[in-house]
């Protein structure tokens, strides 16, 4: 990938500061002075009509094109003067500008009407805008302090971005009084053009950022949000801070699965996916940068707490039991090694009590017995400094030992002046040190977490591998025709139709005008039966006596039916009431009711919830949530986060429910959400389990207003893997290839294939030998994210084993409208126009996603891949001065 296109906005050549003043207190004097006192290394030029130099540097009116090195522009004025000086940033040439000023999109209609016109112009110019009403950047290594912030950032290794410039302030303020340094700081304002999204991708390539801090208060781009956090955290760490931790989602929801999902809970849910960690203060966001940024990274996941006091072990204890965290088992061995060095009143167990006379060599031979038990992962070593404690000599204990193992060790010296000389030789040491047993049970608590976000960042769900595939036109025709009778929830029967439409299993019913109706389905179905009012507008049927079960008897049937007519009639005396739906009782065996349900989160979209369901769903409380697409691990997951995963195994005589029929139903209702984006909403409960099987005896849909943005997925937050666009393609000589996007269970033939090229083919390809190309790496090239990026490979399935034969793959740049391209075919199918049907693939696509350009660097003695090139319409140019490397671009808008 090129240059990123922020780097002219975080490295500038110049910086033009327009509304720079004298005037005390203005914003336009502190951001220059700022600059100034930073010692910042570029060109400054202010910029006012009114005054011929400021603070003590040439003043001009305005810029004029080719007369400064000047990249970046600062915009300090009222709000009405930006467009103009806009374009006059657009004539001379700059590549972003900061708006400082504020009276924009917070402002009302008018505000709002500016920020339009300002982005539209920064657009016709190719610019990018940071802000408005934003505190500005930050770049401490080239002295870059564009902000009117009194504080300045230290030169360090992390990133900071915040929708808050008020909490940048007070961060900066902290962190440099703890000497924590920043590569780079944005604060987002509000965020007209550039925002979370694309400050990530740079970050998440800038190299001298080693971990992000995100702030963020809401978000506006939520696919943009995602993508760029999932991009980022790949690559380093990402520590997550959010206010407006209790907002419910809404007042109130006509469904379970609505009123039981707060947006909170749904971003926690976006977070997993994204492999990052989030905390709930800001010392815990410093100190979890600071942790993931060293590259402190754990190999299991059980600990060790070693102390000299009872009462802060018990603590540590305690914070660790709330967190989850599992206490390590000591070995025989260990416990005998132990044994033998302390007194025999220690607490023979973990934590490991080294009683409070513990000396320098008590702590560090304790210590490395502990780190040397293969069944501890990680360990917290606490001090209390009593009378006989030497603090500094055993720090130097503890720092020795931990040297010499890989395992993580963090220290806690409770107290102040007694430990303060120990404290600063942790820092020295570069072991993370706090002052209180639970801070330091946390970090780990986020180390742990990381370690399994990033395994959800892994998961990319490929299609459902099923031989019966849903009917989703015909379920899209069934929510179409309840659309076209000015309906927005679905009967029964229909809601009914569209899980079968999934092969969702649900049990037989008929609709049923009049008890007569009723005794004639009840026989034609066969007994027990259930009844159940069908009549819009009804959400919750059983509270209204809408559900009668176990009916046994066509006279029953018939008195059940009237009574449950007459009774809802006299409460809802303006319902549409249909008849009643007559069921036949599910068989399932020993029934466990459940919930499953999608529900259209404001920000993040469909979201599925799994829990105990039933008429107590609310009171019971049990629900896990989780963004979809989904595969099975995802699934499974997403069923042991719940009190109803402890219910389906062997349970009070009950049989155990066999797990992959309920995975299979969450599979299903993952593909619902993905594929009908009409669908608001929707409600299995109960979803009856048992020995025997799944059932979804009640269903609930509801669904959407129409939206805007027709593409496709274009309602997910996370992009589904693109089965539509696969299809069969036939090679000049006839032979029939399956060229479909690559997916995670693509990697062993991925490997495969690369593994089985030639030499030169690998090199004009990767530009790099076979001990380069790591099987992480290999991995990497099958999991995507479909929404910045796509591959197609060409599959053959002549010998009945699928062998890949060829890939193309491009990487939308992060200007959004350019992406680079490569295709590379075997060496036994190279010349049967496997190429060509690649590139006619990947152009498609590129084109179907709105990008403008595609382009690649291909070696000058690639024969193959420049006739490709020029066969399908791309333009060449030499980009070395030696005619090593050219470059070839097509445009496709």
């Known amino acids: 990938m090129g240059t990123h296109i922020l780097d002219k906005i975080f490295n500038p050549r110049g910086v033009a500061v327009f509304g720079a003043t004298e005037r005390e207190g203005a914003v336009g004097q502190t951001v220059l002075a700022n600059l100034l006192t930073a010692g910042y290394e570029g060109t400054l030029v202010p910029v006012n009509p ?3 130099t400021v603070q003590g540097l040439p003043c001009v009116p305005e810029l004029r094109p080719g007369e400064h090195r000047v990249d970046l522009a600062l915009i300090a004025t009222p709000a009405r003067a930006v467009p103009a000086i806009l374009r006059n940033c657009g004539e001379a040439g700059l590549h972003g500008a900061v708006i400082l000023s504020a009276g924009f999109g917070e402002a009302g209609r008018e505000g709002q009407r500016l920020q339009q016109e300002c982005v539209e112009i920064a657009q016709r110019y190719r610019m990018r805008l940071i802000g408005p009403n934003c505190l500005g950047i930050m770049r401490p290594r080239i002295g870059l302090n564009a902000t009117f912030s009194h504080n300045q950032a230290l030169p360090g290794k992390l990133g900071l971005v915040s929708s808050s410039g008020a909490l940048v302030t007070a961060v900066l303020d902290w962190a440099q009084s703890t000497g924590i340094g920043f590569s780079g700081v944005a604060s987002t304002g509000d965020a007209a053009d550039v925002d979370f999204g694309e400050l990530l991708d740079y970050l998440a390539v800038d190299p001298e950022t080693q971990g992000i801090l995100l702030y963020v208060e809401g978000i506006r781009h939520t696919r943009r949000f995602l993508s760029g956090l999932r991009a980022a955290a790949r690559m380093k760490p990402v520590v997550v801070l959010k206010s407006a931790r209790h907002a419910a989602t809404a007042q109130a929801a006509a469904t379970h699965t609505g009123a039981m999902m707060g947006s909170d809970a749904v971003f926690d849910a976006a977070l997993e996916r994204a492999g990052v960690v989030r905390v709930e203060r800001v010392s815990q966001w410093f100190s979890a940068a600071h942790i993931l940024a060293q590259g402190m990274r754990l190999r299991g996941e059980n600990l060790a707490i070693l102390t000299n006091g009872g009462g802060p072990g018990v603590m540590a204890v305690d914070r660790a039991a709330d967190l989850g965290l599992d206490l390590a088992s ?30 320098a060599e008590r702590y560090g031979e304790a210590l490395r017995i502990t780190l040397a038990d293969p069944g501890v992962d990680m360990a917290v070593v606490l001090l209390t400094p009593q009378a006989m404690t030497d603090p500094d000599a055993c720090a130097e204990a503890v720092i020795e030992q931990a040297r010499n193992s890989h395992k993580p060790v963090l220290a806690c010296w409770m107290g102040d002046p007694l430990v303060a000389s120990a404290r600063r030789r942790f820092d020295a040491a570069g072991i993370p040190q706090y002052r209180t047993p639970e ?8 180390l742990i977490r990381h370690r399994h976000n990033q395994r959800m960042l892994l998961q990319t769900p490929g299609p459902l591998c099923d031989e019966t595939p849903s009917d989703i036109e015909g379920a899209h025709l069934i929510l179409q025709n309840a659309r076209n009778d000015g309906r927005k929830v679905l009967s029964i029967r229909e809601s009914k139709a569209v899980l079968a439409a999934f092969h969702i299993p649900t049990n037989p019913s008929i609709l049923a005008r009049d008890p007569a109706d009723a005794m004639l389905a009840a026989e034609t179905l066969g007994f027990p039966v259930a009844l159940k009012i069908s009549a819009t507008g009804i959400s919750h049927k059983s509270d209204f006596g809408g559900v009668r079960l176990n009916l046994r008897s066509v006279q029953t049937v018939r008195q059940q039916t009237q009574e449950m007519l007459d009774q809802i009639r006299e409460h809802f005396p303006d319902a549409d009431v249909e008849g009643v739906t007559v069921e036949r009782m599910s068989e399932v065996g020993h029934a466990r009711e459940l919930l499953v349900g999608i529900s259209r989160d404001p920000v993040f979209g469909p979201v599925i919830a799994f829990g105990l369901g039933g008429t107590a769903v609310e009171v019971i409380g049990d629900q896990a949530i989780a963004l979809p697409p989904l595969n099975q691990s995802l699934t499974e997951r997403l069923i042991d986060q719940t009190r109803a995963a402890r219910t389906l195994g062997e349970f009070r005589g009950a049989p155990p429910v066999p797990r992959e029929a309920l995975e ?33 005896v009640d269903a609930r849909i509801e669904l959407a207003d129409p939206g805007h943005d027709t593409r496709h997925y274009a309602h997910m937050a996370i992009h589904p893997y693109p089965g539509h666009v696969a299809h069969t393609v036939t090679t000049r000589d006839g032979h029939e290839l399956e060229l479909r996007p690559i997916r995670p ?4 033939i991925e490997q495969a294939f690369v593994r089985s090229l030639s030499e030169k083919t690998r090199y004009l390809r990767f530009m790099r030998s076979l001990d380069e190309l790591t099987p992480e790496m ?61 590139m006619e693939a990947i152009i498609d696509s590129a084109r179907r996603n709105g990008l403008r350009e595609l382009f690649g660097e291909v070696l000058r003695h690639n024969d193959g891949m420049l006739a490709l090139a020029r066969r399908h319409g791309f333009q060449r140019e030499i980009l070395t001065s030696d005619d090593e490397i050219i470059r070839v671009s097509r445009r496709l808008h």
């Open 439 to 446: 801070a330091a049970i946390e970090t780990f608590a986020w």
């Open 778 to 838: 290999l991995v990497r090239f099958t999991q995507i994210d479909y929404d910045r990026e796509m591959a197609f490979i060409a599959v053959d399935h002549a010998d009945g084993q699928e062998v890949q034969v060829g890939v193309a793959r491009y990487t939308t740049e992060p200007d959004g409208e350019s992406a680079e391209f490569a295709v590379v075919v075997s060496d036994a199918w190279q010349g049967r126009g496997v190429g060509s049907l690649l």
């Open 664 to 696: 299979q139903v969450l599979l299903r209702v993952s593909e619902m959400a993905c594929e009908l984006p009409e669908l608001a909403s929707l409600d299995i409960n109960p979803l009856q389990a048992g020995e025997h099987g799944v059932m979804a």
């Open 330 to 359: 000591l070995a025989d061995k260990s416990m005998d090694a132990l044994n033998g060095l302390l007194p025999g009143h220690w607490s023979h167990g973990n934590p490991i009590d080294i009683l409070g006379d513990a000396t």
């Open 50 to 52: 009114k005054h011929d």
């Open 745 to 748: 269970e693509d990697a062993a």
